[in-house]
């Protein structure tokens, strides 16, 4: 069965400040990995994701992941936090192979506040 | 705009009574999803439907929910006999034919049901 565990459910950085947001998984099979982000009253918009081509993965908004199968992590980064970035973080993952329809499991998400 | 649109947005009903939600996909897209997602929880996956047919439900999905997509089209969710922990955010997204599980999901802003 596949799962993710997200670490931390606030995180708050200032302004500037680099924003790590901590995604692992846990899966039997190769998986497809996702960021997704939700700011209030909107659905999820995807940030990126990753397929099993390159590990570090770019995404919208300047953000980054890195896939860590030694890890098995899929850690969200971005050099410098804008007063923008501040919403609801969410980590998903749904396996390559196993006749899964592309149902992405989803971790608790992770609320970023940006201090000016 | 083209994105996925809910119906309604919010609900307020009162315990035992019948609610049913609309979701519009994108148009084109033939896969299309139904989440829930509670207070402080990732959104859980309930259903998935190809076109009209409906392939894959959780067993969150009890026997008093039911989703139809009648024709490929729009979809609908109904939730018979509403209970307090029936109370969340509903969440729909739609995604193109693709290869695979790779294609992105695009979600739409939800409908949240409050029973009393």
């Known amino acids: 069965a596949q799962s993710v565990t997200q670490l931390g459910s606030h995180v708050s950085v200032s302004e500037g400040a680099l924003v790590l947001l901590r995604c692992n998984y846990s899966s039997s099979v190769p998986p497809y990995l996702f960021w997704y982000v939700q700011y209030p009253n909107q659905g999820l918009q995807l940030l990126l994701k990753y397929t099993s081509a390159a590990t570090l993965v770019k995404g919208i908004n300047g953000f980054e992941a890195e896939f860590k199968k030694s890890e098995t992590s899929f850690h969200l980064t971005k050099p410098s936090a804008h007063m923008s970035d501040a919403a609801e973080y969410f980590c998903a993952v749904t396996p390559l192979k196993g006749g899964s329809q592309g149902n992405l499991i989803f971790g608790k998400g992770t609320k970023l506040s940006v201090k000016p | ?116």
């Open chain 2, 1 to 116: 705009d083209t994105g996925v649109s809910q119906n309604p947005r919010h609900k307020i009903t009162k315990r035992g009574q019948n609610v049913t939600f609309r979701c519009d996909p994108i148009s084109e897209h033939n896969r299309l999803y139904w989440y829930r997602q509670t207070l402080g929880q990732g959104p859980e996956f309930l259903t998935y439907f190809q076109n009209e047919a409906q392939l894959e439900k959780s067993r969150l999905l009890s026997d008093r929910f039911s989703a139809e997509r009648p024709k490929g089209s729009f979809s609908t969710l109904e939730i018979q006999r509403t209970e307090q922990g029936d109370s969340a955010m509903y969440l729909c997204a739609s995604s193109p034919r693709g290869q695979g599980v790779v294609s992105e999901q695009f979600f739409g802003p939800g409908t949240r049901l409050t029973v009393l």
